[in-house]
Antibody, heavy 120, light 107 residues
Framework: EVQLVESGGGLVQPGGSLRLSCAAS????????MSWVRQAPGKGLEWVSI???????YYADSVKGRFTISRDNSKNTLYLQMNSLRAEDTAVYYC??????????????WGQGTLVTVSS | DIQMTQSPSSLSASVGDRVTITCRAS??????LAWYQQKPGKVPKLLIY???TLQSGVPSRFSGSGSGTDFTLTISSLQPEDVATYYC?????????FGQGTKVEIK
């Protein structure tokens, strides 16, 4: 059974850093493109970042230069390193797996989300 | 970047009604379009991908159509459990932009 479990969220001051983790089971993270999606309180879904199977990464303009997506094959875990955090980064962060469909697939499995609050 | 625009932003319909939500891409995206359902307080769920392919386990009252820039999600007979916000997403390339969402309520 495919499962994604996020952790690492919490309260952080503006300008601070946080690293989110997404532990995967039931599949190997390097075999699928993996994304982070966030949702600010009461708002819609916002795509944040993707790491492709080959290792290429892409970011939304709103986080480019501040966030870094990565994965650890040995731990079968996806990460999102978030630096220089701003109040507008406050959101529930979801990791999600892209279905293995050539050349690209929709997000077929989602984690339960982890809340990041940026506030002083 | 390609923008995704959904309409309407919200709607209210009666049980049994046919409901249609549209999603427009600012540039052609072929059929790389997915629809998600997010019930209040829940995680988004994939309903339709490749514009018209129903995800396994999704009721057949949901259907999708379109290609290029204009797409539609249809609920053929609205049920109380369909109360949710629906999002389209392009996935042909990064950024994998979402539409702003359409909130569906029961009248």
């Amino acid at each position: 059974e495919v499962q994604l479990v996020e952790s690492g969220g919490g309260l952080v001051q503006p300008g601070g850093s946080l690293r989110l983790s997404c532990a995967a089971s039931g599949f190997i993270v390097t075999n699928n493109d993996m994304s982070w999606v966030r949702q600010a309180p009461g708002k819609g879904l916002e795509w944040v970042s993707i790491v492709h199977t080959g290792g290429r990464t892409y970011y939304a303009d709103s986080v480019k230069g501040r966030f870094t997506i990565s994965r650890d094959n040995s731990k079968n875990t996806l990460y999102l390193q978030m630096n220089s955090l701003r109040a507008e980064d406050t959101a529930v962060y979801y990791c999600a797996r892209e279905a293995f469909l050539a050349p690209a697939g929709p997000l077929d499995y989602w984690g339960q989300g982890t809340l990041v609050t940026v506030s002083s | 970047d390609i923008q995704m625009t959904q309409s309407p932003s919200s709607l209210s319909a009666s049980v049994g009604d046919r409901v249609t939500i549209t999603c427009r891409a600012s540039q052609a995206i072929s059929n790389y379009l997915a629809w998600y359902q997010q019930k209040p307080g829940k995680v988004p769920k994939l309903l339709i991908y490749a514009a018209s392919t129903l995800q396994s386990g999704v009721p057949s009252r949901f259907s999708g159509s379109g290609s290029g820039t204009d797409f539609t999600l249809t609920i053929s007979s609205l049920q109380p459990e369909d109360v949710a916000t629906y999002y389209c997403q392009k996935y042909n390339s990064a950024p994998r932009t979402f539409g702003q969402g359409t909130k569906v309520e029961i009248k």
